[in-house]
């Protein structure tokens, strides 16, 4: 049964579960069956956090095995590493360029792989960057940078004239937040 | 009704929800907690409440269903370890009303101590067990529960895995259809069990399992798919039966489990008569090829299927022979590890930072809860940690052991607040019952942290919303006779207080109690507190000495010879990097 896999990574607390949450909306009001998993606990405090998602006009399985992922978003530059033994030879890497370093990089017990994207692309992926984080700053909060990324990512399968994007996010941000949203989702969905 | 994308959890609250339940209980625990907050949003139909821990949950939800009204009690999979007492003798009562017992089994040990399968239990308990599969059949398999448990007076176990809990797919919802309450009237022959009760009761719940056996068979909560052929008949359950149509197809048969215990050993008999093969397909133990063998029943199951982790899609195929490992791409560079951290701000950084330099006199045990974090590196703060309460009951016997060795090294036990009411009180009854020489730490950060922030009886608010009195850790502990002398209250931030509250500790005989007391920095009225409040760091005064960067603190880290406040949004200016700082080159702004 032909299914499609995209694999959300990044840092606990930078919003993956609020766009995986939008995306999986979005997809099921375009008539896919869509399921997706998220996994909670200790992963949040400041560990790796992931959440599977896969849309298709029958799906099983929740969740996207080794060399399985049609498309890996990444929140963190270190982290589209990680997840490169989940991609689909073939498949598209949307990632950030922020850097977040972990414990052991902090403590001086790790190295950054500054050169992440590079690596990946020497590796033969398509690489499609996105500073999320940099153009959320830009608006003035930082933590709109899951938004700009769900608009690159809309736009990068090819379905932001597929669904009404804005609305579903109007109804799942604070109402406050909801100029601020819509503006991220803009300014990723340009890119 | 509308139809929505929600998680298992949710399902199970909303199906609940529908079937009528009217009182519900828990004690968090990942993947298993979103049900009773979900259930919560329904307050004004039913009373739910956070527990003490999973034993007292069910009792609740068991007092309940004897009294006459639908209940619900939802733990993880450890929980049941702590409610199987109840369960089993539940069995013998039978319920009156509807009693339906959520365990919710964490393969892969995502957010557990170990990867128990639950599935025995139902065997071994003598209840009835349902597995749905996603999050639709979450809320039907609740519905149904509920009507199977109470037409056939006997408690269900609704089985869910981390992937069932906290995955979302489409569910059709419905309305509540409560039944009336049923008559409470008093039947001590067969709610009351002393043996003489309980031996003509054991006869009931066996001649109920054999006639249930063929409810089972016959339940549409059991199917068989007939596939485009019959070489292939594949047996699976949960999420496993996801995994297994995935890695089979559409030209394998299945036999969809759903209700399984008692296991519907006509249907399958029937079933495997049918096709070639039978493969089973379970993640865990081999819970259905236990019960197919014992039918005389050839099938390959676990030779092939791993017991250990998740089992995925993939997995399957590659067990049963049909697929090869899709090819992967790899990168000349690797990703640090990105272990979770104490948060910044975290009180259990001072504590751990402080029994660090203290470690050589200490033989430390830990417990589960955020704290069990400071059990890696840098920390390494504490050696063994079995289960909730264990970190403090266990240093009786440690302190025992330690000492046939001649090593003389304090044992230190280490648990937070809700642990503390969890199962902790009944440990440091026996330390000071047994006049143990342990010291017991308290990492009382006022809520249960690692789960979400839950209310627990030390907090002033509970599940319903309401205001209470909350129960003081420091008067159940001075209760049990423990002189003043032997406890201390610090603030775990403050390395003077910890430190010196260590060393008394260290240096008494006898039982030792230190309650670390800092509400968890990520409270709202704590953040609140602490809002505009940060380090910074005085390059011109930093000399590099990387003290400060000993404490661990995801905000802080060395760059080019100096130290750096890496994460100023995320610095609390908790000052516990400050303390340690003989340049003055921290200073607190903001506060």
């Known amino acids: 049964m032909k299914t499609t896999g995209i694999l959300l990574t990044g840092v606990g607390g930078q919003g993956i579960i609020l766009i995986s949450k939008i995306l999986t909306i979005g997809l099921a009001d375009m008539g896919f069956e869509v399921k997706m998993s998220e996994i909670h606990g200790m992963s949040q405090r400041g560990g790796t956090v992931n959440t599977q998602l896969k849309y298709g006009q029958r799906v099983f399985s929740p969740t996207i095995g080794p060399g399985e992922a049609d498309m890996i978003v990444s929140f963190e530059k270190s982290e589209a590493l990680r997840a490169l033994p989940y991609l689909k030879k073939g498949g598209t890497i949307v990632t950030d360029e922020k850097e977040i370093f972990s414990m052991p990089v902090l403590t001086g017990t790790a190295e950054y792989p500054h050169r992440a994207l590079e690596a990946l692309e020497l590796a033969g992926c398509s690489v499609k960057r996105v500073p999320a984080a940099a153009i959320a700053e830009e608006l003035g909060n930082g933590k709109v940078q899951n938004i700009v990324l769900l608009g690159a990512l809309v736009k990068a399968l090819g379905f932001s004239g597929s669904a009404d994007w804005l609305a579903i996010l109007r109804s799942n941000v604070p109402q406050k937040l909801v100029d601020i949203n819509i503006s991220a989702y803009e300014k990723g969905a340009a890119l | 009704m509308d139809k929505q994308i929600i998680s298992g959890d949710e399902a199970v609250a909303r199906g609940a929800w529908e079937a009528g339940v009217r009182v519900a209980a828990a004690y968090p625990g990942t993947p298993s907690t979103e049900i009773l907050e979900n259930l919560s949003l329904f307050k004004d139909d039913v009373y739910v409440q956070w527990a003490c821990n999973e034993k007292v949950a069910f009792e609740i939800a068991a007092g309940a269903a004897i009294g006459g009204v639908r209940s619900l009690a939802a733990m993880k999979h450890v929980g049941m370890n702590v409610a199987a007492d109840p369960m089993f003798t539940l069995a013998y009562t ?71 809990c906290h995955s979302k797919s489409l569910v059709q919802l419905g309305q509540r259809q409560a039944p009336p309450v049923k008559t409470y009237e008093g039947n001590a022959q067969k709610y009351a069990m002393l043996p003489a009760n309980a031996r003509p009761r054991h006869a009931y719940v066996e001649e109920n399992l054999a006639r249930l056996e063929e409810v089972s068979s016959s339940s549409p909560l059991n199917r068989v798919e007939w596939g485009t052929d019959t070489k292939i008949g594949v047996i699976s359950s949960g999420i496993s039966y996801m995994y297994a149509k995935d890695a089979f197809g559409p030209e394998a048969s299945y036999l969809k489990l759903g209700f399984t215990n008692p296991m519907p050993k006509s249907l399958i008999r029937d079933f495997c008569s049918r096709v070639d093969k039978v493969c089973i397909v379970e993640e865990g133990d081999g819970f259905i090829e236990y019960a197919v063998k014992a039918l005389g029943i050839e099938c390959t199951g676990k030779d092939v299927v791993p017991r250990l982790g998740e089992l995925d899609s993939q997995t399957v195929a590659l067990a049963f022979g049909l697929a090869e490992k899709p090819q992967v791409y790899s990168a000349d560079a690797a990703a640090p590890a990105r272990p979770p951290v104490l948060c910044a701000g975290c009180p ?115 599940l319903m919303g309401e205001t209470v009195t909350p129960v003081d850790p420091l008067a159940i502990i001075s209760a049990t006779g423990l002189s003043d002398e032997r406890i201390r209250i610090v603030d775990p931030i403050d390395q003077v207080q910890m430190g010196a509250a260590l060393d008394e ?43 400060c960067v000993k404490t661990a603190c995801p905000s802080l880290t060395f760059e080019n010879g100096k130290s750096v406040i890496y994460d100023p949004a995320g610095c609390t200016g908790c000052g516990l990097c400050m303390q340690q700082c003989r340049f003055g080159a921290i200073e607190r702004i903001g506060g």
């Open chain 2, 94 to 164: 039978g319920v009156n009303a509807g009693f339906v017992v959520v365990t919710a089994d964490d393969p892969g040990c995502h957010s557990s101590q170990n990867e128990q399968d639950n599935r025995w239990y139902a065997l071994h308990a003598k209840c009835l067990m349902l597995e749905p599969s996603d999050s639709a059949e979450c809320r039907d398999f609740t519905i149904a529960a509920f009507e199977l448990s109470e037409k056939y007076d006997i408690p269900v176990i609704l089985r869910m895995t981390t992937r069932v």
């Open chain 2, 505 to 547: 500790a260290i240096a008494a005989s006898g039982p030792f109690v230190i309650i670390c007391r800092r509400p968890c920095a990520l409270l709202k009225p704590v953040m609140a507190a602490n809002a505009g409040i940060r380090c910074v760091v005085n390059t011109e005064k930093c000399i590099g000495c990387r003290q």
């Open chain 2, 348 to 462: 259990h950084r001072g504590f751990y930072f402080a029994l660090r330099s203290r470690r050589a006199k200490i033989a430390p045990v830990g417990d589960i809860g955020c704290y069990s974090l400071g059990c890696l590196p840098p920390f390494n703060g504490f050696d063994a940690a079995l289960c909730m309460g264990s970190g403090w009951s266990s240093t009786i016997g440690l302190a025992k052991a330690l000492k046939a060795q001649n090593d003389e090294r304090k044992v230190l036990g280490l648990l937070g607040d809700s642990t503390f009411f969890h199962s902790g009180i009944t440990g440091l009854i026996d330390v000071v019952h047994s006049n143990s020489d342990v010291i017991l730490c308290l990492l009382d950060n006022s809520i249960t942290a690692m789960t979400g922030h839950q209310d627990h009886p030390g907090t002033s608010g509970n």
